[in-house]
């Protein structure tokens, strides 16, 4: 079982849709989770963390944990062709993160 | 602007040659890190350097070796590199080295190996 599980995608969604990513993880000892952007060729950008079950937001962006169903996602609402990047999964392991293989959204305008 | 900043951004290099990729954080983190990335695949751990200790992915062949001259430096060596070691290698800066917090990358330094 991979650590963290994400769907690799594509996630396809028009311009001014919601975009729902999702991660689930196998590690029930984590506590902080993160999720990354990166464009092609470049190097992850943070976009959220979130330490605490429930919702948590930032400008158009949620992230939602439940950690009894080891299960995190991101919604991006109002989706802009400048979303259209890979989003990685990442939570706290022992001197490093554990990302997950990520999730390509492609936002069509 | 990245705080944490890598060089050079691309290397060509070849089989025998000796490169180093040099990385610098400016943000008085206490753990930087090596990663390695290649195509539509995450990032993976190379390297750790985490209050003055370094520690390797063991499945890191000796070919790759980093030097840390002080908390803020962060150089990866290579020697004898082979062609499937081209990819996407990524420094990165987090506060606490412990815990596996928040990851600050620099932008990255594209190598290939001929």
Redesign the interface.
């Known amino acids: 079982q991979k650590e963290v599980e994400q769907n690799s995608g594509p996630l396809s969604v028009p311009e001014g849709a919601i975009a729902s990513l999702n991660c689930t993880y196998s590690d029930r000892g984590s506590q902080s989770f993160f999720w990354y952007r990166q464009y092609s060729g470049k190097s992850p950008e943070l976009i959220m963390f979130i330490y605490s079950n429930g919702d948590k937001e930032d400008g158009r962006f949620t992230a939602q944990l439940n950690k009894a169903s080891q299960y995190v996602s991101l919604l991006i609402r109002d989706s802009q062709p400048s979303d259209s990047a890979t989003y990685l999964c990442a939570h706290d392991g022992f001197q490093k993160l554990v990302f997950g293989t990520g999730t390509r959204l492609l936002v069509s305008p | 602007d990245?705080e944490v900043t890598q060089t050079p951004k691309h290397l060509v290099m070849g089989m025998t040659n000796k490169k180093s990729l040099k990385c610098e954080q400016h943000m008085g983190h206490r753990?930087m890190?090596w990663y390695k990335q290649k195509a539509?695949?995450?990032?993976e751990?190379m390297f750790?350097y985490?209050y003055e200790k370094l520690?390797i992915n063991e499945s890191v062949p000796s070919r790759f070796s980093p030097e840390c001259p002080n908390s803020s430096l962060l150089n990866l060596h290579l020697h004898a590199l082979q062609p499937e070691d081209s990819a996407?290698y990524?420094c990165a800066s987090s506060q606490d080295?412990?815990?596996?917090?928040?990851?600050?990358?620099?932008?990255?330094s594209?190598l290939t190996v001929l």
């Open positions: 990245t753990a890190y539509k695949k995450p990032p751990l750790v985490s520690s996407l990524l080295g412990q815990a596996g917090g928040e990851l600050f990358f620099g932008e990255g594209r």
